[in-house]
């Protein structure tokens, strides 16, 4: 089946680092990958809609130059997130989809604590 | 716009017994409809969706859901609960087919007790 890899799982760092997780679609082409971010024992808010060669979507209230995304191509696209605060520490998700109206596909996640 | 409410944000079951996930939707057009389980530091596997045509949707695991319009309502069953259901479900809804962003409920901790 697709298969969505997301790296890194975890990340620990200081406040004012800038983080960058990768969201993979292993054997398939992604046309658009969704980024979520989940806290404690909430469900997941979408961040930003990203499509392969353009600009992100972003939902409302996202601070597009706090969470930067690339899609540079049909199986890879990258959430920085830049100059990072503990307020940023969330489980952040990626999601795949295939061209075809086919599901989205999920990420394992990425735990990032701020310190 | 579109929205999810799950009712009941923790639901406790024995194992062997009825599990009843509910999930009510808002959607101006005709919706496409999930479940997704997470497990702890997961991400979100699909057990089913609701396209179109038979509204009785059967997913993996054993679970099953129907969708009824005249409720506006998706709920989630399996017979027979198992140790391994023990997790976090989440009600979606999407007005964008399969491919449309997606609005989640607030989740469902299911646990399960020997």
């Known amino acids: 089946g697709a298969v969505v890899s997301q790296h890194p799982s975890r990340v620990i760092c200081k406040s004012g680092t800038s983080v960058k997780i990768e969201c993979r679609s292993l054997?398939?082409?992604?046309?658009?990958m969704f980024w979520y971010r989940q806290f404690p024992k909430q469900s997941l808010m979408l961040m930003a809609t990203?499509?392969?060669?353009?600009?992100?979507?972003?939902e409302q209230g996202v601070e597009k130059d706090k969470f930067l995304i690339n899609h540079a191509s049909l199986t890879l696209s990258t959430l920085t997130v830049t100059s990072a605060h503990p307020e940023d520490s969330s489980f952040y998700i990626c999601s795949a989809v295939a061209a075809g109206n086919q599901p989205q596909h999920f990420g394992d996640g990425t735990r990032l604590s701020i310190l | 716009a579109q929205s999810v409410t799950q009712l009941g944000s923790h639901v406790s079951v024995s194992e062997g017994a009825l599990v009843l996930l509910r999930c009510n939707y808002s959607s101006s057009v005709p919706p496409y409809l999930f479940w997704y389980v997470q497990y702890p530091n997961q991400g979100l596997q699909l057990l089913l969706k609701?396209?179109?045509?038979?509204?009785l949707v059967k997913g993996i695991n054993g679970f099953e859901a129907e969708f009824k319009k005249s409720e506006t309502s998706f709920h989630l069953t399996k017979p027979s609960a198992h140790m391994s259901d023990a997790a976090e479900y989440f009600c979606a809804v999407s007005e964008g087919g399969n491919t449309g962003k997606l609005i989640f409920g607030q989740g469902t901790t299911l646990q399960v007790k020997p």
């Open positions: 054997d398939f082409q992604a046309t658009t």
């Open positions: 609701y396209t179109t045509g038979a509204t």
């Open positions: 990203s499509n392969e060669g353009s600009k992100a979507t972003y």
